[in-house]
């Protein structure tokens, strides 16, 4: 099947999906990022976010992936690295064929953002792949970000088994475990790290729980270690799947140590957890 035979159109068939999201929030206190503007800062967001700094977590499982190459989280490279990854899902789930929503400051400046996108099916295989190269080269042709480059023979040849040989897969076959039918994909849930404590995550998610239980669909993520997976079962998400990731053959000493568990986690429609209000 081809890329487009798994996903359901886009266009403005998440108008609806947007005021289902609104329902039940202070207005301003979350958006519909749309414009082109609004959705590069939503890429700088996610990936200050997913980077971490020396007094933030980074997001686990791409930390694991990028391994001691680039550990450190002041690294220019570094940054540069998760500007391209989360450029990638951006772009191919944003709009017009998802939704992004976006927690703005006191300043009117994003703060939080998380990206949803309505599937038909678990995404995978060749299908996946071609979507996958196809992003790359709109992020590249529309300069969301530009290819990371400072990197050793070495390290590139690690970084890219370790991302399209163990954590690719792998997140292919949890979420083809998880779910076979129609739902909603959650693919980044990011709050600036500088934004941290402001109730801004909280708030993301339960607009996303809403927006599922509208059409009475599931939801589904991944994330990584049991404390992040403990912040999603507030929100009525249960673990389905886990995996524990090991390194490509022939480069383990590239890694600290093995990853903490990746966790598949399933929201069924209407499902409710301990967070009622407003953690």
């Known amino acids: 099947a081809s890329d487009m035979a798994s996903l359901c159109d886009g266009g403005d068939a998440n108008a609806a999906a947007w005021e289902a999201a609104a329902a039940g929030e202070e207005s301003g206190a979350i958006e519909r990022v749309s414009t082109l503007e609004r959705r590069r800062e939503?890429?700088?967001v996610a990936s200050r976010a997913?980077?971490?700094t020396p007094d933030s977590q980074p997001e686990?499982?791409?930390?694991?992936a990028l391994g001691a190459p680039l550990a450190d989280r002041t690294d220019a490279r570094r940054r540069a690295v998760f500007d391209f990854l989360m450029a990638v899902p951006m772009v191919r789930h944003g709009p017009p064929n998802g939704?992004?929503?976006g927690a703005p400051g006191a300043n009117g400046a994003l703060e939080a953002v998380l990206l949803m996108r309505r599937l038909n099916g678990p995404l995978g295989g060749v299908a996946n792949t071609a979507g996958d190269m196809l992003a790359f080269a709109r992020v590249l042709a529309g300069g969301w970000a530009a290819f990371p480059q400072a990197w050793s023979e070495?390290?590139?040849k690690y970084i890219s088994e370790t991302f399209s040989k163990t954590l690719?897969?792998?997140l292919e076959a949890m979420h083809r475990a998880a779910v076979q039918r129609r739902h909603w994909h959650v693919n980044v849930a990011a709050v600036d790290p500088a934004a941290q404590g402001r109730g801004h995550g909280g708030r993301l998610l339960?607009?996303?729980c809403r927006v599922a239980d509208a059409e009475g669909l599931p939801s589904y993520l991944e994330c990584c270690g049991a404390r992040n997976a403990a912040i999603y079962e507030r929100y009525g998400y249960r673990e389905v799947a886990r995996r524990v990731l090991q390194p490509p053959v022939g480069f383990a000493d590239?890694?600290?140590?093995p990853s903490q568990p990746v966790i598949g986690m399933l929201r069924a429609p209407g499902a409710r957890g301990a967070a009622r209000g407003g953690a």
Do not use: Q, S
């Open 60 to 64: 686990l499982m791409m930390d694991w």
């Open 99 to 101: 939704l992004i929503l």
């Open 50 to 52: 997913f980077c971490g």
């Open 168 to 170: 690719a897969p792998a």
């Open 206 to 208: 339960r607009a996303a």
């Open 154 to 156: 070495r390290e590139y």
């Open 254 to 257: 590239a890694l600290r140590e």
């Open 42 to 44: 939503a890429v700088a």
